[in-house]
């Protein structure tokens, strides 16, 4: 029995009904442009087959029921107008945070039962809080029939993880997880919103994207990446432009800037804006084969990681030995993905060969003292939908 039907049947019998309809958003990954969205600058993520998955039905008051079967302890939890607050706990102010984004924008949006079922591994940096936040933006939308374009959708979904979850996020993820297209990367300018399709084609090229987990977990509430937002914004200040992407002479900008970690974090954001431009270029280019493509995008993988390890200092010992592993397996380029510390690493490699090559990070990982990781097979999917 597949996720869907599972989830139908789960609703059933929690509920005591069919529910209304079943909508779906995917987890992404982020091919390349790491923390460069919030910046205002380019990334180019794609979404994958692993989803969430919601079965909603509307009621007639203002109360939201939502229970999960994969995320949480398996309660089921009840909300209403008065506990539409900012700073929520649990996984529940994913969902509660979008009723109040929509209600905030003014949208007439009633209760509604809801139950959801997650392919999407937590923690892991395929944005599975996106996931969440468009999947029950997705199935409230289409309930009440709100008229609300998929672009708006994902800054609805942003709002919520921003103002009412509390984590200091770009739109990248919500913009992969509502406007993919099935086959396709999504070219996104942060500042602008434009956006653009851009085919992969990786079969035939004769290569597959193996997805590995590290299980090396990580936070973006807090920490880290909440530094590294602060310290770009501080930089851009220093510079005089509104965002690091309005840089135009980045060796003069760099020479400008004192402090050595800060010229770091910055020469991140510029590089990797430009490798993001680079890759669009590429992989764009029908003047070429889809070989000669992904031979042309695989050194900018590699110098994207490079740029975090060295640079923006947000890789950690499992991500870097998983990426040196693939590579010696026959990857033609491996990278982190996602916001870092942990997390996951994406790599090209021949078709038929993911197995393997996930194979080898393991060994590798069990002889340096790590626990074993995960993997699976990106498929570029499509976005936010009625399953």
Not at 289 to 307: G, I, N, Y
Not at 314 to 330: C, K, N
Not at 336 to 351: K, R
Request: aromatic share 6%.
């Amino acid at each position: 029995m597949d996720q869907l039907q599972r989830l139908r049947d789960r609703s059933t019998r929690l509920f005591g009904h069919q529910p209304a309809g079943v909508w779906a958003a995917p987890g992404r990954v982020n091919l390349i442009g790491e923390h460069t969205d919030y910046n205002d600058g380019f990334v180019m993520p794609f979404a994958l087959a692993e989803q969430t998955l919601v079965a909603a039905t509307p009621v007639d008051d203002d109360r939201w029921t939502v229970h999960s079967t994969t995320i949480g302890d398996g309660e089921t939890v009840q909300f209403g107008p008065q506990d539409l607050v900012p700073g929520m706990a649990g996984w529940q102010a994913y969902v509660a945070g979008i009723v109040w984004a929509l209600r905030a924008a003014g949208h007439r949006v009633g209760g509604a039962e809801l139950m959801i079922s997650s392919t999407v591994p937590v923690g892991a940096g395929l944005s599975s809080s996106a996931a969440l936040e468009c999947s029950v933006l997705t199935a409230l939308v289409d309930l009440y029939e709100l008229p609300i374009d998929p672009l708006d959708r994902a800054i609805l979904a942003r709002r919520c993880e921003n103002e009412f979850v509390g984590a200091p996020t770009g739109l990248m993820d919500q913009a992969a997880s509502t406007l993919c297209s099935a086959g396709h990367a999504l070219f996104f300018d942060c500042r602008s919103y434009h956006h653009q399709q851009v085919p992969l084609g990786l079969s035939d090229a004769g290569l597959e994207l193996l997805v590995l987990d590290t299980r090396t977990p990580h936070a973006h509430v807090d920490g880290e990446y909440a530094d590294r937002r602060r310290i770009c914004e501080e930089a851009a200040g220093l510079l005089g432009v509104a965002a690091l992407r309005d840089v135009a002479d980045a060796g003069g900008a760099l020479a400008r800037l004192s402090d050595p970690v800060m010229r770091r974090r910055v020469r991140h954001v510029l590089t990797e804006n430009q490798r993001v431009l680079d890759a669009r270029a590429v992989m764009s280019d029908g003047d070429r084969t889809a070989q000669q493509r992904f031979a042309a995008l695989a050194p900018l993988l590699d110098a994207s990681h490079a740029s975090m390890r060295d640079d923006f200092e947000i890789t950690v010992p499992t991500v870097d030995l998983a990426v040196e592993t693939a590579r010696e397996s026959g990857a033609i380029g491996a990278r982190m993905t996602g916001g870092g510390f942990g997390g996951c690493i994406i790599a090209l490699v021949p078709e038929g060969t993911g197995d393997a090559v996930a194979d080898k990070i393991a060994d590798a990982f069990a002889a340096a003292g790590f626990g074993a990781p995960a993997h699976f097979l990106g498929r570029p999917s499509a976005g936010a939908r009625r399953a």
